[in-house]
């Protein structure tokens, strides 16, 4: 599904070049749940953007789906995002001025999917999120937990086969975060391949698959099921960072 | 996807509705002054008529001896002499022609029921009215016959017969021109011009005559004109016979000459005319010299549109410039601070295209109101002018090309103030914002 080799990528400033990701290597395969964890700055964000399509990497291949990414032009990312991709954002990132209908309309409109069939798919994604009779409602007229439900729901309804998730639960309470968790990796069993940052490591605990960044390089590969995260306790350390001439 | 992008526009001036008015008022402003000025000019030089102002020619006679000097740009005369406009109409030659001039009279029916009121009226041949396509309400011109031995007749305007005759059928009836009465013969319609093109000797933006009588009635009532008379000697009148015979120019004449073989043999009249004037006497020059100018070249020749007004519009539409860098300012602020937003939609499948279509969209929207805003403040500007100076009455008014026009410079101003900021907002990288939102 997804592979990445020798990935890297710089910050370049006047005066400073920031390595965000360095010889980033890493598979993914059809279907997997990843957590990746890491302390802050590590690089994980930069990782899930790249991943994302959302920005460009300095060197190495980055292969997704049989597609070599290098190569793309600006609209050809923004096709596969659309087609290929969902994600889930920390802020939610809903459109204040649209409903949660038209929130939820936004990629499909961009796909150019008929109007009769987004509407099928947008109620059915609100459905499986359990927000149908909000569909008319603002986000700001909604809770935190209510509006990143509405967040999966727009990230479903293009039935993306990759999802991205830059801490899900982040801005949520203990139970809101557990009922978004479970309704990822009921996505996840119904085939969509999933990469969640996370910081908390009781949700890391429960994907099959948990990588840890640090220092933008692949620090830890654990294959577990139900083990103890070690990431939990990993140092916080910045992103490398070198001075250009200095 | 279009409507989609309108139903946005509007959303985002409703959210932001100071700013969005504030664009739109910039753009209605500059508009309305654009196009105040614009629909004066275009009134100004358009063309009087259209289908025929090719054949329709303007003879000049350079009169004058040999030294002397006239303020024209080719230093001829721009009116005729009474006698070159008689002698050329009565020339043995098949081409439609009149001469004309401008005078006046105290109409009136002899009754104490109607007021007298001095009204303009010129003076033509029946020739006149099928050059010139006047449309008759009632009756037709006078006859051939008629203006040369029964001159005592009169075409009335659609408006003195409604004042007069209550818009009934006055043909036949009489109405009393000073002291004198005429035989109506016919009714026109009033004539509804932008530019008094067959007589800008006397203001090229003057309302027109309302009444016509033949020309023949000048000598026998000996009547003067209102317009100009000019000479280039010095020349001693007794009486009106010498002014008919003098070198005064103050008659305007009209030929129609359809084609250029017509046009070429109305040229060798001229020429021929003045040869044997010449030997009689007159036009003691080297190089005789003369013009022959279709209506669009006497309006140019005439200065119809002065430079001032060029000068007016040319500024106008610098002040629509300003008001276009304003627009630009307030659409960056707007436009930059949706960033966020923008960052989000480009996360989900939004190609930079997508995003430049929805901005540009906006601003169109944005245009498109501030031009329709436009149109009201220049049609306030119009009434200013008309109100102000009754001689641009006629020009002060917005055809329907100008309506048009009025949005579709809106919407291109609009389009050049938005470019830059839908170029700047559709190159947004999406992965700076998501974070932060």
Same mark, same amino acid.
């Given at each position: ?246 | ?7 946005? *526009?509007?959303?985002?001036? !409703? ?37 025929? *102002? ?94 040369? *031995? ?30 004198? *009465? ?170 930079? !295209? ?84």
């Amino acid at each position: 599904m997804l592979t990445m080799h020798n990935v890297g990528k710089i910050y370049q400033t006047d005066s400073v070049q920031t390595h965000a990701l360095r010889d980033f290597s890493l598979t993914v395969n059809e279907g997997e749940f990843i957590a990746v964890t890491g302390p802050s700055g590590s690089g994980k964000t930069t990782f899930l953007n790249i991943a994302g399509l959302l920005e460009p990497f300095t060197s190495g291949q980055y292969t997704l789906d049989g597609i070599d990414i290098g190569g793309l032009s600006d609209n050809q990312r923004a096709d596969i995002r659309n087609q290929k991709i969902g994600y889930i954002f920390q802020g939610f990132n809903l459109i204040p001025d649209l409903n949660i209908y038209e929130n939820v309309e936004v990629p499909l409109r961009y796909r150019g999917v008929p109007a009769k069939e987004r509407k099928v798919r947008i109620l059915e994604c609100l459905e499986q999120v359990g927000l149908a009779s909000r569909a008319r409602h603002l986000p700001q007229q909604l809770s935190g937990g209510q509006q990143q439900r509405v967040a999966i729901a727009r990230a479903l309804a293009g039935k993306p086969r990759f999802l991205l998730a830059d801490e899900p639960t982040g801005n949520l309470d203990t139970l809101m975060a557990r009922q978004v968790m479970e309704l990822l990796e009921e996505i996840n069993q119904n085939g969509a391949t999933i990469v969640m940052v996370t910081h908390d490591p009781e949700l890391a605990r429960r994907a099959p698959r948990n990588i840890q960044v640090v220092d933008g390089e692949l620090a830890d590969l654990t294959f577990y099921q139900g083990k103890p995260a070690t990431s939990a306790s990993a140092p916080e350390k910045s992103a490398h960072e070198s001075v250009v001439g200095g | 996807m279009f409507l989609h992008y309108i139903d946005l *526009s509007i959303r985002s001036i !409703k959210s932001t509705p100071v700013i969005s008015v504030l664009m739109v008022f910039a753009i209605a402003i500059g508009i309305g002054l654009t196009m105040t000025s614009l629909s004066v000019f275009h009134m100004m030089s358009m063309d009087p008529i259209p289908h025929k *102002s090719q054949a329709i020619h303007f003879p000049q006679l350079n009169i004058m001896d040999e030294g002397g000097e006239w303020h024209t740009d080719d230093n001829i005369p721009y009116q005729l002499t009474y006698q070159d406009a008689i002698n050329l109409y009565n020339a043995d030659a098949d081409f439609p022609r009149s001469p004309s001039f401008r005078s006046g009279f105290s109409v009136h029916l002899n009754t104490p029921d109607v007021k007298p009121t001095m009204e303009p009226a010129r003076l033509v041949y029946q020739e006149f009215f099928s050059i010139f396509e006047r449309p008759f309400i009632f009756g037709a011109p006078w006859s051939k016959e008629e203006q040369q *031995s029964k001159p005592y007749v009169v075409v009335i305007s659609e408006s003195i017969n409604n004042r007069l005759f209550n818009g009934q059928n006055s043909v036949g009836k009489s109405i009393y021109l000073d002291n004198k *009465s005429y035989r109506i013969v016919g009714v026109v319609e009033d004539w509804d011009h932008h530019i008094k093109y067959y007589d800008l000797n006397n203001g090229a933006f003057n309302s027109p005559e309302k009444l016509y009588v033949p020309f023949s009635i000048a000598p026998l009532e000996e009547i003067g004109t209102w317009g100009n008379t000019n000479g280039w000697k010095h020349e001693t009148l007794n009486g009106y016979q010498s002014l008919l015979q003098s070198e005064l120019v103050w008659v305007q004449f009209w030929v129609q000459l359809n084609t250029a073989a017509e046009k070429e043999a109305f040229s060798a009249l001229i020429m021929a005319y003045m040869e044997d004037q010449q030997s009689k006497g007159r036009f003691n020059r080297d190089n005789l010299q003369y013009a022959l100018r279709n209506v669009t070249q006497w309006l140019k020749y005439n200065q119809v549109v002065s430079e001032d007004n060029r000068i007016l519009v040319g500024l106008s539409f610098m002040f629509l410039l300003v008001c276009v860098a304003n627009i630009l300012g307030l659409l960056l602020a707007k436009f930059l601070k949706r960033a966020p937003e923008v960052g989000v939609r480009r996360a989900l499948g939004a190609s930079k !295209k997508h995003i430049f279509a929805q901005h540009i969209v906006e601003v169109s929207v944005i245009g498109l109101a501030g031009g329709i805003l436009g149109i009201v403040i220049a049609q306030l500007g119009l009434w200013g002018v008309r109100t102000t100076n009754r001689y641009y009455e006629a020009l002060a008014t917005m055809d329907v090309s100008m309506l048009l026009a009025a949005p579709t410079i809106a919407l291109m101003a609009s389009f050049i103030a938005g470019l830059y900021p839908a170029w700047l907002v559709c190159r947004t990288q999406p992965a700076i914002y998501l974070k932060s939102q």
